[in-house]
T-cell receptor, first 113, second 114 residues
């Protein structure tokens, strides 16, 4: 089925470990986004890529890096995980910007201990 | 910068009664406005959007929303609530033009009681 695929679905890290969250879409969308969801905070934008070859910081970029590998794939890297990064991470994509809304992946639940 | 406020953390409604989930926004210029729904352990699903045109927008699952420019509001409504409507609802806004990402509200948990 067409959509946004995130891997892994669950992950437990120790403080200081690194990992990469993967996101791929097969809808030929130009724009891709990474959000984190925390209780009472809603969704907060970490990084986004308006088009292949560009990336920009969102509201909460500290502690994260991203790579727009190609048009389909947009990865999020935690270089040195901290307990404050315990969250549910969602990747989303759109045709271009917000015009048609976003399609979301099913999320990655990350726990940092 | 744009922002969204969802003033109610929780809305409780009896099955069969009308429901309203409130959203107000702040943005420069004309807004793109969206409602998304999240069921437990799932990603967000699109419900409806306002871009231009009629102020009353109809969406999925019988939901609708009314854009009110003077009150900068975009409240989500449904004439008759179902238990299956119980979920977390998010309002989101973006400026009318450009690639500015959506800004989401903090969400409102809707509980429909049988």
């Amino acid at each position: 089925n067409a959509g946004v695929t995130q891997t892994p679905k669950f992950q437990v890290l120790k403080t200081g470990q690194s990992m990469t969250l993967q996101c791929a879409q097969d809808m030929n969308h130009n724009s891709m986004y990474w959000y984190r969801q925390d209780p009472g905070m809603g969704l907060r934008l970490i990084y986004y890529s308006a088009s292949e070859g560009t990336t920009d910081k969102g509201e909460v970029p500290n502690g994260y890096n991203v790579s727009r590998l190609n048009k389909r794939e947009f990865s999020l890297r935690l270089e040195s995980a901290a307990p404050s990064q315990t969250s549910v991470y969602f990747c989303a994509s759109s045709v271009q910007g917000a015009d048609y809304g976003y399609t979301f992946g099913s999320g990655t639940r990350l726990t940092v201990v | 910068a744009q922002s969204v406020a969802q003033p109610e953390d929780q809305v409780n409604v009896a099955e069969g009664n009308p429901l309203t989930v409130k959203c107000t926004y702040s943005v420069s210029g004309n807004p793109y406005l969206f409602w998304y729904v999240q069921y437990p352990n799932r990603g967000l699903q699109f419900l409806l959007k306002y871009i231009t045109g009629d102020n009353l927008v109809k969406g999925s699952y019988g939901f609708e929303a009314e854009f009110n420019k003077s009150q900068t509001s975009f409240h989500l409504k449904k004439p008759s609530a179902l238990v299956s409507d119980s979920a977390l609802y998010f309002c989101a806004v973006s400026p009318f033009r450009g690639n500015t990402p959506l800004v989401f509200g903090k969400g409102t948990r809707l509980s429909v009681i049988a």
